[in-house]
């Protein structure tokens, strides 16, 4: 239907060319010109996804999405490069696998005179050390060589000393290292910081050395929603043949399985999905209130969830069928699922910004109930992960919410 409205305009510009002449010819030439340049724009717009905000976004991500000619696999269509090239990301990303517990046998560390267990994700690092993360800025990534996984998580952060709930590097590394635990192998993090004193490079350069996360300097876009969107559209476009699954939370959301505790719960709940799911929404469950201050652990220290969940949900996609954005992405292929919170949910840590930072508020304790599930099941993992991994200094409660 395109390229026939797109002919029959060239069909007329023609013939009015012919049949005209002197300025009738150049008004002609002028009005047929706009009429293409229109019809372009509004071709490009309604297959565009740069969408003002999220919210904008959320009015119009219920349409539902296409489904895949065989359901079975979700790599028809995945590529750009045809079909010789869809069969050979198909074979790549078919290669990865998750090894199994079996072969990484549990070991403890030295930590301050303490014997501390080496968790699952850091006895496989150690034993198949990667390469350190390239530089952001090579296009493309379809070498062969380049790193493949299963599972990585997107994220914009900004870290800065005037922030009221008082986010710092610190709470970043215990929300990294439970997403490690969780199964997710790497992280796309943009640096959305507005002075040269709050840039991250020097924290995670350890993480970048070791593979662990791709780091970009991201701070040329001010407005935080415009530079979000523009963050997740360059790395998904760039790195969607990398990796499986993806997932884009912000450093206080938690993704949680109330009835899988182990590690790798992420990898696990995934593999149970058929090839035409693309994108799987988490039902968000705030956190809120000042809670318990001595905890020098965010999942220690607020205890207190909502009892519904909102709609501000946060995906887990497959980066091969989306072009991105935040909280649902258009999809090219494939439905979207929303997620049984019993199987999993999204844990997010708002802390106490409804309350103004001040004391819990009638409201919120009627609003909340008290919870621990996630202090319980994760809270010591997190803190033997950050020892093991040689970041004590990111236990504190002299930071964070």
Request: glycine share 6%; aromatic share 10%.
């Amino acid at each position: 239907m395109t390229l026939k409205i797109l002919t029959l305009t060239l069909t007329s510009l023609t013939r009015c060319v012919r049949s005209l002449s002197g300025r009738k010819t150049l008004k002609c030439l002028f009005v047929s010109a706009v009429a293409v340049f229109c019809f372009v724009n509004v071709y490009r717009g309604s297959v565009s996804s740069d969408f003002k905000s999220s919210h904008e976004y959320l009015g119009r991500s219920r349409v539902t999405s296409r489904r895949p000619d065989d359901a079975d696999s979700f790599w028809n269509a995945s590529s750009r490069n045809g079909r010789d090239g869809s069969s050979r990301i198909r074979d790549r990303l078919s290669s990865i696998r998750i090894p199994s517990i079996d072969e990484y046998p549990a070991y403890n560390v030295t930590v301050m005179g303490t014997s501390v267990p080496v968790p699952l994700w850091q006895r496989r690092l150690w034993a198949n050390p990667r390469n350190a993360t390239e530089p952001e800025d090579e296009e493309d990534d379809t070498e062969e060589d380049a790193g493949l996984f299963y599972l990585t998580e997107l994220l914009q952060v900004r870290i800065y000393a005037d922030d009221k709930a008082r986010w710092s590097v610190n709470e970043l590394k215990q929300w990294m290292h439970y997403l490690f635990l969780a199964g997710v192998q790497h992280i796309y993090l943009c640096d959305h910081y507005a002075f040269e004193h709050e840039k991250l490079d020097a924290e995670l350069e350890r993480y970048v050395r070791l593979g662990l996360v791709t780091y970009v300097a991201w701070g040329g876009v001010r407005d935080p929603m415009s530079a979000q969107i523009r963050c997740y559209q360059r790395f998904v476009g760039r790195y969607r043949r990398r990796h499986v699954w993806q997932m884009a939370v912000d450093m206080d959301e938690y993704p949680f399985a109330p009835n899988d505790p182990d590690e790798d719960f992420l990898v696990r709940y995934l593999r149970s999905f058929p090839g035409h799911v693309t994108e799987i929404s988490m039902p968000n469950f705030l956190m809120l209130g000042r809670g318990d201050r001595s905890g020098r652990l965010v999942v220690e220290r607020i205890n207190r969830i909502v009892r519904q969940s909102n709609a501000l949900v946060k995906p887990i996609y497959r980066p091969q069928w989306v072009n991105a954005n935040v909280h649902h992405n258009h999809l090219l292929s494939g439905t979207r699922v929303d997620a049984d919170p019993d199987r999993l949910m999204m844990v997010h840590y708002w802390g106490a910004r409804s309350q103004r930072w001040g004391p819990d508020t009638p409201q919120i304790l009627l609003i909340t109930k008290k919870w621990n599930r996630m202090k319980d099941a994760w809270s010591e993992r997190i803190r033997n992960s950050l020892l093991a991994f040689g970041e004590s200094a990111a236990i504190t409660n002299s930071t964070g919410p």
